[in-house]
């Protein structure tokens, strides 16, 4: 009886919203439809015919987006866990380099990161030092991998702190090292907590690809823009948009399942 009463409540719960989603998508959509502007804007914005004739550029460019995006995600989780363990660290001879990296964190979160595409894309060329890349892929590259160790860096620390003392305690106890104990026990418990907002800053990364646009590469938003700037027709940034979301929201919808199953693993209360 209570498990058919459970089915039935979900029954009614499941009609309810799914009856009060179509009423409010119907509302929107017959109030975008019925504008006295909405034919400029499908013309302009959602052109079917300008959109399969830009997507195949705008696609291999973003394919570039992505590659760009893997390689500096993975310099990132490497500079940003190493200046968190810098700045965690307690020992008196390395105040030098804790020093250098709260300043670093400071900088490069205090400047907006296109201005760092900027400061790095047009400053380093501007020197002229041998040995130093000039290819403005590398360097937009560099400046998106500074920004971003510097909030990732934050985070690694943040979940170092979260790991209660006694596990340090504990893992002394044993004999092993304090550097053992942090590589062995502190570390790792500290980057399983903090994997959802990892993802998260991956997700802002991911977007902010497209801020190497300014420094000349042919990627996807670059490309949008050179073909909607030959006929003034936006459908191009459109596609680059619906590429970009079909990265981003599967990447959403994982961090809310990691973050319900933290939730569940440390008993967390249940939403209302």
Known sequence: MRAAARRR?????????????????????????TAPGWPDVRDTFFSVHDFRASFPDVLRGFWLDVKLFVIVEAIVLVIGLSIALVRT???PALFP????????CDVMRGVPTILLVYLVGFGVLALSLKGLPTDPLVLGGAAL????????????RSGIDSVHPTQMAGALALGLTRVQA???VIVPQAV??????????FIALQKDVALISILGPAEAFRIAQIDAASNFVYTP????????LCVTIPLARLVDH???????????????
Do not use: C, K
């Open 145 to 156: 991998a500074l920004s971003y160790s510097a909030y990732v860096a934050e985070v690694y």
């Open 9 to 33: 409540r979900a029954q009614r719960r499941t009609a309810v919203a799914a009856v009060s989603t179509l009423v409010v998508l119907g509302a929107l959509a017959a109030w975008i439809l």
């Open 258 to 272: 990691l973050q319900a199953r933290s939730r569940r693993s440390r008993g967390g209360a249940v939403a209302l």
């Open 97 to 104: 380099f804790r020093a250098i990296a709260v300043v670093f």
């Open 182 to 184: 942090m590589r062995h």
């Open 89 to 91: 660290t307690r020992t």
């Open 192 to 201: 399983r907590r903090v994997i959802p907002p990892l993802l998260n800053d």
């Open 237 to 244: 940034l459109v596609s680059v948009a619906l590429l970009y």
